[in-house]
């Protein structure tokens, strides 16, 4: 059974910083992209951030310069450190594995975790 388990969400002032982590089991995700979404109340799902089998990243314009995502292939795991965060950062934070097509549209992934809130305070 493959699971994706996100860790690291909480509280966090703005200014601060987190890191998420997405832990993948199941089976391997070193020969596929791995993503981030957002989801705030009352808004639609959004890309934040994507990363290629072998490390290409993208990014939201919305959290370029402030957000980096990494993966460790021997750990089956992919990261998301968020610095400057800010109040609009509030949200579900989703890991999301194996997209069939565009990696900035979530409805191409076909694996995803549960999500972690992320919440800062201004």
């Known amino acids: 059974q493959v699971q994706l388990v996100e860790s690291g969400g909480g509280l966090v002032q703005a200014g601060g910083s987190l890191r998420l982590s997405c832990a993948a089991s199941?089976?391997?995700?070193?020969?596929?992209?791995m993503g981030w979404f957002r989801q705030a109340p009352g808004k639609e799902r959004a890309f934040v951030a994507a990363?290629?089998?072998?490390?290409?990243?993208y990014y939201a314009d919305l959290v370029k310069g402030r957000f980096t995502i990494s993966r460790d292939n021997a750990k089956n795991t992919v990261f998301l450190q968020m610095n400057s965060l800010k109040p609009e950062d509030t949200a579900v934070y989703y890991c999301a594995a194996d997209p069939r097509g565009s990696i900035f549209n979530g409805g191409e992934y076909y694996y995803w975790g549960q999500g972690t809130q992320v919440t800062v305070s201004s």
């Open positions: 990363i290629s089998w072998n490390g290409r990243t």
């Open positions: 199941g089976r391997t995700f070193s020969n596929t992209a």
